[in-house]
């Protein structure tokens, strides 16, 4: 039976944190106190300093030779089975989707174990409690984070072969990927494919950024721009656990110029600068098309059904597409040019409004969609409605179609559809080293990874031999991670003051995704524990951090990759604000 005394010692271990929260998001929002780009500056310090130590701090005094390996079973066995129904789910139905699996698996197994679940468990169940949340927090950061980032990676070279090669992916013997290129995610960097037929037939691909990117960049520097210097910015959020890169600002609509776009474009084009700003000075050569181009809207926005993450690479361009040894083919999105977003990046794109709904559209105005449905141009009775919620992903079945995939081809709202034939990918060995390099370029820039890893080691050395780390050293680690769980709830508190609404995804979408979270997680998690015979208060602790708010990792991810980063936004603001009582409720249910 739960007493007025282990509520009193839950109340203390939390209210701190939420004050810390509260306070941040007063001193934007209310007291108008920190600018976007001082809020930045927090943020960076956190993400680079306070929360590394404080994860090292946890492991590192985390003995792993007393771990609870039945408990950790439990939790690897409530992933693995919610993976396998989403796995299953995406194959055998056709509202299945790997942008929805992704989602669906951060949302129902990672919660913010860190930040929430070791002060909120050791107030709930003492000590011995935080010590299994540090050992959930090492798999977390050195597993289940990894096979998080293998999947986006895996997304977006499929994406990338599919579109830029649908005829010949089968031909591909090898990708090679430029080391200044970081992700495969089209939208984020801006990247282009160099197809060449060698002597052995087969065809060998080298992935690089695009020549628009890279003359974006130089003409900044050029002008004496630099990513460190602060600028006027549209800014409306922050950088929460942020590493911004030091080498691409930011795009603003003042970079653009004409080599950019012709390298953008992809073809041999009589446009000149005359016909950007409609002055004719004479008869062309031929009608141009630049008109039919402009008539098109810039940013594709999704349809009423489209998910979130469906995002494209532009159709390869016909003149080239059999073009002999050496063509390229564009593979560069607008949006992503000069970007350079790396791990954990909670950041603003060029949208006011871009981080919480995803679409990265500058002309998308929030005040107005919340109004009404938008109709968008060019799109035959197609809507943007934020609060209509559905699987079906009309952009990604329309992209899978394209490509071959005979289950999209065959659902969604035209079941009578042609069925195309699969398109052939790469060889297993060469999708499986492409992505593990991507994914390795990805880890060695995160600064959790190494602290995760050196905590681990050290541990296991130290307590195998029974030594101490120099006071020196502990002090000076002890007094950064001493105020990592407060500056992660500041930054927390910071990115809700700049959001322009707390529920980004919709009412009907959010309240699924919060019975994911606080639902279908601790019951998974609760059969998987039985399963493996925990009872009594490990059985307890099991369920309670399976019931914590949304991990905030995971939102970094979909953000970046741009899978459903509306739904993550509102899982991990609207679900840090209501977990506390929802776990209490499990708290005291579980003591009856």
């Known amino acids: 039976m739960i007493t007025a005394t282990d509520f009193y010692h839950v109340m203390t271990a939390m209210v701190p944190l939420y004050v810390a929260m509260i306070l941040a998001y007063g001193s934007v929002r209310w007291w108008r106190i920190f600018s976007p780009d001082q809020c930045s500056g927090i943020n960076r310090f956190v993400a680079l300093f306070a929360v590394p130590l404080l994860s090292f701090h946890f492991i590192s005094t985390n003995n792993p030779y007393t771990m609870n390996l039945r408990f950790i079973a439990a939790d690897t066995l409530q992933k693995l089975m919610v993976l396998a129904m989403l796995t299953a789910w995406s ?22 174990t860190l930040v929430m679940g070791i002060p909120l468990l050791k107030g709930m169940y003492g000590d011995f409690s935080g010590s299994l949340m540090v050992q959930i927090v090492v798999l977390q950061c050195i597993i289940w984070y990894t096979l998080m980032l293998f999947m986006f990676e895996y997304r977006g070279a499929r994406m990338l072969i599919t579109e830029q090669f649908p005829d010949t992916a089968g031909a591909i013997a090898s990708i090679v990927v430029d080391p200044d290129v970081v992700s495969l995610d ?18 060998h691909v080298t992935v690089r950024r695009s020549n628009a990117s890279r003359s ?5 520097r050029s002008m004496g721009f630099s990513s460190t210097t602060p600028r006027p910015s549209n800014l409306t959020n922050a950088e929460i656990y942020s590493l911004q890169s030091s080498r691409n600002p ?3 609509g003042s970079s653009f110029n004409h080599n950019d776009f012709y390298s953008m474009v992809g073809r041999s084009s009589n446009f000149g600068a005359a016909d950007a700003f409609g002055i004719r000075t004479g008869a062309t050569p031929r009608p141009s098309n630049y008109e039919d181009d402009a008539a098109k809207p810039k940013y594709q926005f999704p349809a009423a059904n489209a998910a979130p993450g469906a995002v494209h690479y532009p159709a390869p361009n016909p003149a080239v597409a059999a073009a002999p040894k050496g063509a390229k083919k564009a593979a560069a999105n607008g949006q992503a040019k000069g970007e350079d977003l790396h791990m954990f990046v909670w950041s603003s794109s060029a949208s006011p409004v871009s981080d919480v709904f995803g679409g990265g559209a500058p002309d998308y105005n929030d005040a107005a969609a919340a109004k009404s449905p938008r109709k968008v141009e060019g799109a035959k009775d197609d ?4 609060d209509e919620f559905s ?9 899978d179609a394209e490509a071959g995939d005979e289950k999209a081809a065959a659902g969604g709202d035209h079941p009578g559809g042609a069925v195309a034939a699969p398109t052939a990918m790469p060889p297993t ?5 492409l992505i593990l390099i991507m994914v390795w370029r990805k880890l060695i820039r995160n600064p959790n990874t190494y602290s995760s890893l050196i905590g681990l080691i050290w541990s296991l050395v130290c307590f195998r031999w029974n030594f101490e780390m120099p006071a020196i050293i502990l002090k000076s680690i002890s007094i950064l991670s001493d105020a990592g769980l407060g500056m992660a709830m500041f930054s927390l508190g910071l990115f ?41 208060t490990l059985l307890h602790v099991a369920i309670v951090q399976a019931a914590l708010p949304q991990g905030i990792v995971p939102f970094v991810f979909a953000k970046e990759y741009n899978v459903h980063p509306d739904i993550l936004s509102t899982a991990v603001i609207f679900g840090m604000l209501i977990a506390l009582p929802i776990t209490l409720v499990y708290y005291i249910l579980l003591g009856l």
């Open 496 to 536: 809700m003051a700049l959001q322009p609404r707390i529920i980004a995804c919709g009412n009907k979408v959010a309240t699924f995704a919060m019975a994911v979270r606080f639902l279908t997680g601790p019951a998974v998690m609760a059969a998987a524990s039985f399963a493996v015979g925990l009872r009594g």
């Open 216 to 220: 974006d960049i130089y003409s900044r």
């Open 91 to 112: 194959h055998l139905s056709r509202r299945g989707s790997l942008e929805w699996t992704i989602t669906l698996f951060s949302l129902s197994t990672l919660p913010n």
């Open 391 to 399: 699987f079906g992903n009309r952009g990604a079945m329309d992209r």
């Open 429 to 433: 060995s060469v999708m499986t080293r």
């Open 186 to 203: 089209g939208r984020r960097d801006a990247i282009e494919t160099e197809a060449e037929v060698k002597e052995d037939g087969k065809i």
């Open 250 to 252: 930011t795009p603003r």
């Open 383 to 386: 809507y943007v409605e934020r």
